[in-house]
C-alpha cells in the first residue's frame, strides 16, 4: 500500500472521538503500517469540538491531514458534518450515526465503537481484527456490549 490513508475523527469532547482513533491506530499498526496521529481539543472538557486525525500507510510524514485530504470523516453527531466537510476528498466517505439504528444501543457511550463497525464497512480489515483492536483498548467488562454496538454499526 503506497497510498496514505486520511481519517479524520469530529465530535464534541466526551464522545469518545480520541478512543476510536486509539483503536483505529490499533488495528492499522498490528497490520504492520506505519500509523500517525494528532489531536485537536479546543474546548473538550466543556463539551466543545474536537478533532482527530490519524493516518496510516507504507511511510507517513506528518500526522495533520491537509485540508481536502481526507478520504473519511467519522461524525459523532450529525452537526459535525457541515463544519469539517471541507477536509474530505471529492469522494471522501462521511460515517455519520444515522447510518444506523442508534436507538438500538444498549449505550449511548457506545456510539463510536458503532462507528468504527460502520467505517469498517469500507475497510480491508477483518472484524476479527477490529474487535482484538476494541478488546486491547476497553476494560474487559465492556468487550461484550462493545462487541455488539461493532456488529450493530456493520449493520449485523
Known amino acids: 500500500m503506497n497510498k496514505v490513508m486520511n481519517i479524520k475523527f469530529a465530535g464534541l469532547g466526551g464522545q469518545g472521538i480520541l478512543t476510536c482513533t486509539d ?15 494528532a489531536e485537536v481539543h479546543g474546548m473538550s472538557q466543556r463539551g466543545g469540538a474536537i478533532t482527530s486525525d490519524l493516518r496510516y500507510g507504507e ?25 469539517n466537510q471541507h477536509h474530505l476528498t471529492a469522494d471522501g466517505i462521511i460515517v455519520k450515526p444515522s447510518d444506523f439504528e442508534v ?43 462493545n462487541e455488539r454496538a461493532f456488529a450493530l454499526g456493520r449493520g449485523e
Open 59 to 83: 511511510k507517513v510524514m506528518s500526522p495533520m491531514i491537509p485540508v481536502g485530504e481526507a478520504d473519511f470523516l467519522i461524525v459523532l453527531g450529525e452537526d459535525q458534518i457541515e463544519v
Open 23 to 37: 483503536i483505529l491506530g490499533r488495528v492499522v499498526f498490528d497490520m504492520g503500517h506505519d500509523v500517525k496521529k
Open 103 to 145: 436507538d438500538k444501543l444498549e449505550n449511548k457511550r457506545m456510539l463510536n465503537v458503532a462507528l468504527l463497525g460502520a467505517l469498517s464497512k469500507h475497510m480491508d480489515f477483518s472484524t476479527e481484527q477490529w474487535l482484538n483492536a476494541v478488546r486491547a483498548q476497553l476494560p474487559e467488562r465492556l468487550h461484550a456490549a
